[in-house]
Nanobody, 122 residues
Framework: VQLQASGGGLVQAGGSLTLTCAAS????????MAWFRQAPEKEREFVSA????????YYADSVKGRFTISRDNGEKTVYLQMNFLKPDDTAVYYC????????????????WGQGTLVTVSS
């Protein structure tokens, strides 16, 4: 499985961005997927996860109510809609894939994509 993330960029505080992660591989739609982020000089942190059939969705407290995760299994794509962005959201965002959302939330991913940089200016 390979993961290709895109959609990052520079946005003003209060603005919105949508990140996209396209997965390759026949079984990609059977996996849970998630987003992590890492800000400069900070630890990598969990952002959001979604189960294989979109039944379960999880969010970090810091993004709850502002970010929405979704997926299109036909397109093998997961999205992260980010609204009301804050300067603290500035980070490289990584797409990951793994067997369950429980494992993904702890960082136990089978595959990591390359990151996409989100910069939020104040």
């Amino acid at each position: 499985v390979q993961l290709q993330a895109s959609g990052g960029g520079l946005v003003q505080a209060g603005g919105s961005l949508t990140l996209t992660c396209a997965a390759s591989g026949r079984t990609a739609s059977m996996y849970a997927m998630a987003w992590f982020r890492q800000a400069p000089e900070k630890e990598r942190e969990f952002v959001s996860a979604i189960s294989s059939e979109s039944t379960y969705k999880y969010y970090a407290d810091s993004v709850k109510g502002r970010f929405t995760i979704s997926r299109d299994n036909g397109e093998k794509t997961v999205y992260l809609q980010m609204n009301f962005l804050k300067p603290d959201d500035t980070a490289v965002y990584y797409c990951v894939i793994g067997p369950t959302t429980v494992k993904l939330r702890t960082g136990e991913a089978d595959y990591w994509g390359q990151g996409t940089l989100v910069t939020v200016s104040s």
